[in-house]
């Protein structure tokens, strides 16, 4: 079947382009994009001006959105500090709450494999002052449970652990992190950026305290993004933009009413269709997996086989560089996951992390399927892929 499909398209080579990246960023829904134009013209108003139609015909649209984002993760509309997106709600997130309790609570905790935003944020508190920890994750790449709760203590203002994470897609287990924050009453921030819309999540059933969340990796816009603060018993931050203190006071700054719309309707439809879309991202996932697996030996899936995302494949070819082989598959958007430097290639920090040798590392690639994916772009990137291992395992022996 490959073989024959393969010559079919040698022939009918065309440039397409087939985005495979849904990690990075998902497309706006059309119907978000159409929920979102008439707020930039003849809905124009500021959310904030109370005194006219136009400010009050924003702001109904920014609460509508904010309901809608809410009842996503099962929270209340008060809950959701619209931000500028994800890393800026773990920033607010980490520093906010770490500056507030510092001194009853100056230890912060965080989670190798974590993003960099939140890396960096706990990094500064560091430098800042604050005592950290970096719980180290077990070689299927789930957080070590002994280790983070041997690192929690009375003096740990916020835990910060993802939902989902962005390279590997491994679902943390965020119920028992969660109860292993509240046992020593600390926070819990969840990075969940990845995993909102895809996967259930309540912030009331997980008992999660600060969950931060990305509109354009759910279909939205780029720009905006969301942080949960639970308000019951109240969660303390410190602000870190000061101004005219809309947001509860915790993120000044006139919202931008559009990019609330478009967000308010991406979680809209995420909610609406998560179950269909998730069983058909899984299938399509499955099928680039075990077509590619049928044709292709020497391959390995980095992060727990099953507790993952079902749209994110990490996958290591031996003998392969990625890099390489995303230079001979340009039809093909797929993320190496490594960071250059200004020298040389690393290997990505994440999949260090979980104990995968350079080599191995340097293989990998991330594949991202998303909403908008299709059976035949499954199985052409299935082709193309296969045919560049080949070629480069040949080129690399002769
Ligand atoms: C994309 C992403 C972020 C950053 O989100 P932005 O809205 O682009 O700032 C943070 N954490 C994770 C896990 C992500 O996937």
Same mark, same amino acid.
Do not use: W
């Given at each position: 079947m490959i073989e024959g499909s393969l010559d079919l398209?040698?022939?009918?080579? $065309? !440039? #397409?382009?087939?985005?495979?990246?849904?990690?990075?960023?998902?497309?706006? +829904?059309?119907?978000?994009?159409?929920?979102?134009l008439p707020y930039f013209t003849e809905k124009f108003g500021n959310p904030h001006s109370a005194d006219h139609a136009y400010g009050w015909d924003a702001e109904d649209a920014v609460e509508r959105a904010r309901a809608q984002v809410a009842e996503l993760i099962g929270a209340e509309p008060r809950e959701i500090i619209f931000t500028s997106g994800a890393t800026e709600s773990n920033n607010l997130a980490i520093k906010g709450a770490a500056r507030f309790h510092k001194d009853?609570?100056?230890?912060?905790?965080?989670?190798?494999?974590?993003?960099?935003?939140?890396?960096?944020?706990?990094?500064?508190?560091?430098?800042?002052?604050?005592?950290?920890?970096? $719980? !180290? #994750?077990?070689?299927?790449?789930?957080?070590?449970?002994?280790?983070?709760? +041997?690192?929690v203590d009375e003096e740990t203002s916020v835990v910060s652990v993802m939902a989902a994470n962005n390279e590997i897609g491994v679902l943390q287990p965020i119920d028992e992190i969660a109860a292993i924050c509240h046992e020593k009453g600390a926070y819990f921030h969840c990075d969940a950026a990845q995993a909102v819309g895809k996967i259930p999540l309540s912030v009331r059933e997980t008992q999660i305290d600060l969950l931060s969340i990305s509109a354009h990796k759910v279909y939205g816009p780029m720009g905006i993004g969301a942080l949960f603060v639970r308000r019951r018993p109240r969660v303390r931050l410190e602000a870190e933009i000061d101004g005219g203190g809309q947001e509860r006071g915790l993120r000044s700054g006139t919202l931008p009413t559009p990019l609330c719309v478009g967000f308010g309707e991406a979680a809209r439809i995420a909610h609406a269709e998560m179950e269909e879309e998730r069983a058909r991202v899984e299938v399509l996932t499955e099928r680039l997996h075990s077509s590619l697996l049928a044709s292709i030996p020497g391959i390995h899936l980095n992060g727990h086989p099953g507790q993952r995302l079902s749209g994110n494949l990490n996958l290591s070819f031996e003998g392969v560089d990625a890099a390489t082989l995303l230079r001979a598959v340009p039809e093909l958007c797929l993320s190496t996951g490594s960071a250059c430097t200004s020298a040389s290639v690393e290997p990505s920090y994440v999949l260090q992390a979980l104990g995968l040798d350079a080599d191995l590392a340097r293989g990998s690639l991330r594949v991202g399927v998303g909403r908008f994916n299709t059976e035949v772009e499954i199985d052409q990137a299935v082709i193309l892929l296969a045919k560049a291992v080949s070629r480069i395992r040949e080129e690399k022996q002769g």
């Open positions: 398209a040698e022939k009918n080579r $065309v !440039p #397409v382009s087939i985005y495979l990246d849904n990690q990075a960023t998902t497309p706006t +829904d059309p119907r978000v994009t159409e929920a979102m009853r609570k100056p230890h912060v905790v965080t989670c190798v494999t974590e993003h960099k935003c939140v890396l960096e944020s706990v990094r500064r508190l560091e430098r800042e002052g604050h005592r950290v920890t970096f $719980v !180290p #994750v077990l070689a299927d790449g789930l957080i070590d449970l002994a280790a983070l709760a +041997d690192a």
